[in-house]
C-alpha cells in the first residue's frame, strides 16, 4: 500500500515538532512569523493542493478540481461534516476547526493568507506565521485521514501523533472501535 500522502504528513508534522522547540505554540505566538513558517506553510498548503485534488477525484471521479473553491464544492457535498472536525494539538492543549468557514461557503482564512505568502511574500510575509501553520497543518491532517479513511479504519495508519491529534480520538492510530470521522459511520 502506497500511503504516499500519509508519509508526507508525517514528515511535515517532523517540522511541526522542531519548530516548537523555538516557539512555543500558543495564542500569544500566532501572530510570530519567520522564514522557517514560511517554508512550512507552503509546503504543508502545497500538500493540502495535493491531497485535495485526489480526495475530490475519488468521491467524484469525473472532477476536475482547480482551486480550494471547487475542492469545497466537491468535498463539501461528500462529507457534510467536514467542517466541523476537529484537530487538537494535545501537548499544547490547543484545537483547531480548520475548515470551519466552509460551512459558510467561504475559503479559510489561513488559506487566503497563504495564497498572499505564495504571490506577495514582499508584501505579505508576516502572513507566513505560527497561527496559519498551525491552522494548516490541521487541515492538511483531517483531509489525508479522509482520504485514507478506510486504511485508518482498518488499522492500517499505524502511527503515533507527534504533534496533531484527533478530538475524542486515539493516541495511536490503531484498530480504535472507539473512534469514527464525523462523516464516516
Request: proline share 6%; with cysteine; glycine share 4%.
Amino acid at each position: 500500500m502506497a500511503l504516499e500522502h500519509w508519509r508526507y504528513f508525517l514528515a511535515l508534522e517532523r517540522d511541526f515538532v522542531e519548530a516548537a522547540a523555538f516557539v512555543e505554540p500558543c495564542a500569544d505566538n500566532y501572530p510570530t512569523y519567520s522564514t522557517e513558517f514560511t517554508k512550512l506553510i507552503l509546503g504543508t498548503c502545497s500538500e493540502i493542493d495535493a491531497v485535495a485534488k485526489v480526495l475530490c477525484t475519488k468521491v467524484r471521479p469525473s472532477a476536475e478540481p482547480k482551486n480550494i473553491d471547487h475542492y469545497r464544492s466537491i468535498l463539501t457535498e461528500a462529507y457534510p461534516k467536514l467542517d466541523d472536525v476537529e484537530i487538537l494539538v494535545p501537548r499544547y492543549a490547543l484545537s483547531f476547526h480548520p475548515w470551519s468557514d466552509w460551512g459558510n461557503r467561504n475559503s479559510p482564512k489561513w488559506w487566503t493568507e497563504h495564497t498572499e505568502v505564495k504571490h506577495h511574500r514582499h508584501e505579505s510575509f508576516k502572513l507566513a506565521n505560527l497561527g496559519n501553520c498551525l491552522l494548516a497543518g490541521a487541515g492538511l491532517f483531517a483531509l489525508v485521514l479522509y482520504l485514507y479513511q478506510p486504511e485508518l479504519y482498518a488499522g492500517e495508519l499505524n502511527a503515533t501523533f507527534d504533534f496533531f491529534g484527533l478530538a475524542n480520538g486515539p493516541k495511536f492510530l490503531v484498530n480504535d472501535e472507539s473512534y469514527r470521522l464525523p462523516d464516516f459511520p
